[in-house]
């Protein structure tokens, strides 16, 4: 039989020491996790927004984060990270502690992003993050400047069928609501047209309304006043009966391209993986706290945003399936990033 060498013994004891030493550790971060996740929240809390300011998610984060901060006691900071259609917003927040003070405001692209650039996302929107709660839907409008030659969207499609590439859109970014959306109206018109990406809603309808690009699908979010003071006509609508704000606009089913209310843009909030179950059960009722408020709820109505709340788990499950569906459009319509 062979012994330790006197090295060897001081080795061993150093390693039964820095074992011990672990295992107390180990015995007490729970402990000192859940008193944190108790205190919650006790400083404010960063609310991510993947696009730029004055856009539809940059509104309405505006809007519920004012008052999800009033109900946890601390206030919700809106930070903005435009690009990669909501990509760099997404990952900031992949990336940081699971301790509830770093949350997203996340659209379509949380889904949509990974499946159409699988080389160059790198996380998985349902494993990667912990769901909070669903809190909207935006139905989009199809605009144009107003000084655009299109009376309706047939004329549109028309210029677009006889001159392939000539008609532009601008969208949020590849993979965006209005990307996707445009994308579909071209596999059901059987047209080809020139998509051009911006770096959030806003700085796209900017161009729409310059007449520099010929149309976009927009969310209805904050379009009412720019409608009305005659720096956009709307030339169609995406809900399943026509809006109440645009009683003489058709709907898209109405034109014939049926099934676009089932495309409207999704508005959540989600946190890093592992987010502690009492932290989230405290954003959800703050979020729970702040959609039961009757201006909050005029506030979105008048906006164009259809309350549509979920629950953490509801809107777990939701997310699931709203991926297989986004998957299922993107084969069929053979969309790609660009």
Known sequence: MTFPTPSRRR?????????????????????????????????????????????????????????????????????????????????????????????????????????????????????????????????????????????????????????????????????????????????RSGTQMNHIPFRGNGPALTEVIAGRVDFMFYPMIGLNELVTGGKLRVLAVTTAERMPEYPDVPTTSELGFTGFEDYAQPIGFIGPAGLPKDVTSKLQASIESALDKSEVQSRLKSLGAELTFRSAEDYTTWLTQDRERWADLIKSADIRAE
């Not at 990336?95 to 405001?105: N, T, V, W």
């Not at 309706?152 to 499609?157: A, F, Q």
């Not at 392939?164 to 993979?175: L, T």
């Open 11 to 187: 080795f061993v004891r150093l390693s039964a020491i820095c074992a011990f030493g672990l295992a107390g550790l180990a015995a007490t971060a729970a402990p000192v996790w859940a008193q944190d996740a108790a205190k919650y929240p006790e400083r404010p809390v960063r609310l991510v927004v993947g696009y730029a300011p004055g856009g539809p998610t940059d509104i309405l984060a505006r809007v519920i984060g004012q008052e999800m901060g009033d109900a946890l006691g601390q206030p919700l900071v809106i930070e903005n990270k435009p690009g990669a259609n909501g990509n760099i917003g997404t990952e900031t927040v992949q990336r940081a502690a699971p301790d509830g003070y770093s949350i997203l405001m996340n659209t379509i692209s949380h889904n949509v992003n990974p499946l159409l650039q699988p080389n160059l996302v790198r996380y998985d929107p349902i494993k990667d993050f912990t769901p909070i709660a669903q809190v909207a839907v935006l139905p989009q409008v199809i605009v144009v400047g107003p000084a655009s030659a299109y009376k309706d969207l047939g004329e549109l499609l028309a210029k677009a069928k006889s001159n392939p590439g000539e008609v532009s859109f601008g969208s949020a970014g590849n993979g965006g609501s209005a990307h996707l959306a445009a994308a579909l109206l071209q596999q």
